[in-house]
Structures are given as C-alpha cells and as structure tokens.
C-alpha cells in the first residue's frame, strides 16, 4: 500500500510544484471561465486532460512514442497560450458552448503534450513497465487538478460574486496574467 501513497504523492506534487508551474496555468486558463453551477463539465475537461496525460505516459514509458523533450517544452506553453487565447475570443459569447466538442479534444491533446514533457522523468523514477504506479501516479495528478480547480473557483466566486467582477472581465482578466506569465517561458523555449 506505500507504494499507492509514493505514486499518488508524485502525481499531486508534479502538478502542484510552485517551480513548474506550468501545469497550474494550464489549469487556470483551462477553467477561468467556469463557475460552480458548470462543475459536471469542468471536472470532465478536468478529467480529459488527465487521460490524455496518462496516455502520453504509457506511451513513453512503453518506448511506443518518443518525442523531443526540446519540443515537449516548446509546446507546453504554447498549448497554455492557445487556452488563454480561446478565452480572450470567447470571453461572455454565449457561442462558447457550441466549440466544447472541438475544446474537449483539444484538452485531452494538451494533455498528451504536457504528459510527455514529464514522461523522460516519470521513466527515470518508476524503473520499470507495470502499469499500477502509473494508474496511482495519475489519480493523484487527478486529486491535484481537482484542488487547483477548486481554488480558482473559489477565487472566481469572491471576485464575481464579493467584488462584483462581472464574469466576462475576470475571464479576460485571468487569461492576460496567464499570456503575461507563459510568453516569457516561450521565448526561454523557442526552437526556431
């Protein structure tokens, strides 16, 4: 059962490290604009970037895909970029809705991303193929996920609800800190 704990533990704390935060801003732009009443399809998207980042480990942790990690750390803050973007385009439209589909796969493809930039790691630390600590590694990237996305909310709910930030504003607000934070990552990373 310790090892449960030792996988469930790494998991919660590669999202959760305040050094690698990149993770974190993806979560943030990923639900600025949501609220509590829309938590079924914020854990879902939640969800979805959780699977995809699981498969990207399996698949790298399996040597079934390799990927530069050069272009791993080019297209993380790119993928944080384009969710920030999305919001920015479609902060208080109500046609936000009609692209979930297409917002759904692209979550689960970012997830894919960011997964492989810590699967180089991940392969280091679990030294062998069993699928197990993979699976407890994820439920606690899932847990860790849960708790940024609780926080945000929480945030959300005071600045809309105690400041009076109508929610348009705070979504467009959040995703200009969040462009502000990940273009110097990007220009710390650009391959070109």
């Known amino acids: 059962m310790s090892d449960f704990w030792l996988y469930f533990k790494l998991g919660l704390e590669h999202v959760l ?7 974190i801003l993806f979560l943030i732009v990923l639900c600025a604009a ?6 079924k399809r914020l854990l879902l998207l939640v969800t979805l970037f ?11 942790n399996y040597n079934v895909v390799s990927v530069s990690t050069r272009w791993i750390e080019f297209l993380i803050p790119i993928t944080i970029l384009l969710a920030a973007i999305f ?12 692209k979930l589909g297409l917002f759904y796969i692209i979550t689960v493809f970012f997830g894919l991303i960011h ?3 810590f699967a180089t790691y991940y392969k280091m630390i679990s030294g062998g ?11 606690g990237v899932e847990a860790a996920q849960i708790i940024v996305v609780l926080l945000v909310l929480i945030l959300a709910f ?17 995703s200009s800190i969040v462009i502000g934070m990940v273009i110097p990552m990007l220009i710390s990373n650009w391959i070109f």
Do not use: C
């Open 17 to 23: 490290d305040w050094k690698a935060y990149d993770h």
């Open 34 to 39: 949501y609220t509590f009443s829309s938590w």
């Open 50 to 60: 959780t699977v995809g980042h699981t498969i990207s480990l399996l698949l790298a």
């Open 87 to 98: 919001n920015l385009f479609t902060a208080g439209k109500e046609k936000r809705h009609e």
């Open 115 to 117: 997964g492989f930039g």
């Open 129 to 139: 193929n069993e699928i197990l600590p993979l699976l407890e590694f994820a439920l």
């Open 158 to 174: 005071i600045f809309q609800m105690l400041f009076r930030f109508n929610k348009r504003d705070w979504v467009l607000v959040i």
